[in-house]
């Protein structure tokens, strides 16, 4: 064999070998890329937390007035962020809770948020942390809330919150009086 063909069959090899690692490496990054995506969107968009809540809290507060019904009511962010993962999964989903809210006749409600801010529905019932949960009564008033990561444990969620027992409520800002929530 000649020194050119030995070197063509040398540059060719170099040639396959380049373009195997180029396209193992595209095929890698593609894959990298394509489960990035999976997970954003199946954790962010494609995961409903309490699918089984309404979430029209107007809707909840009619059949409230209509059945004489308290509501829970859950504002949360989309995509819902750790805190309010772990709220649903740890205190609201575990028993004896759902078993509490079917004994107390509670309607539910899930209020999909994007901002406090700038949410008409946040500023009507005085959200300003999320997840905030609040016990609406059957005229929409508010009879107890929680509030950011300090929304509650497994037990405290019957037992302080659903009960009534430990009522707490939305602070109002300095110098300003607080307005009645659910108007």
């Known amino acids: 064999m000649s020194e050119s063909s030995e070197s063509s069959q040398q540059r060719d090899a170099a040639c396959s ?7 193992g490496k595209t095929v890698f990054v593609l894959l990298a890329v394509g489960i990035g995506l ?11 937390l309490l699918p089984s809540w309404p979430t029209d809290i ?12 308290r509501i829970v009511a859950l504002f949360l962010t989309m995509p819902p ?6 709220l649903v ?8 809770n759902p078993q509490n809210l079917d ?18 529905t946040c500023k009507r019932f005085g959200v300003t942390r999320l997840p905030t949960l609040l016990i609406l009564g059957p005229d929409g008033k508010e009879l107890n809330r929680r509030e950011g990561s300090a929304t ?3 037990m405290p ?14 602070e109002a800002p300095a110098g300003s009086p607080q307005g009645e929530p659910g108007r």
């Open 38 to 48: 999976a997970v954003y969107f199946g954790y962010g968009r494609g995961q409903t």
């Open 103 to 120: 004994k107390g006749r509670f309607l539910r409600v899930r209020v999909k948020v994007g901002s406090v801010a700038n949410d008409a």
């Open 17 to 23: 070998k380049a373009g195997k690692d180029r396209l």
């Open 58 to 69: 107007d809707q909840a507060l009619a059949q409230a007035k209509t059945e004489d019904r």
């Open 81 to 86: 962020d750790e805190t309010t993962v772990r």
């Open 157 to 170: 969620f019957s037992e302080g919150f659903l009960d009534l027992k430990d009522v707490r409520k939305a």
């Open 152 to 154: 509650l444990g497994q």
């Open 89 to 96: 999964h740890d205190t609201i989903s575990k028993e004896p």
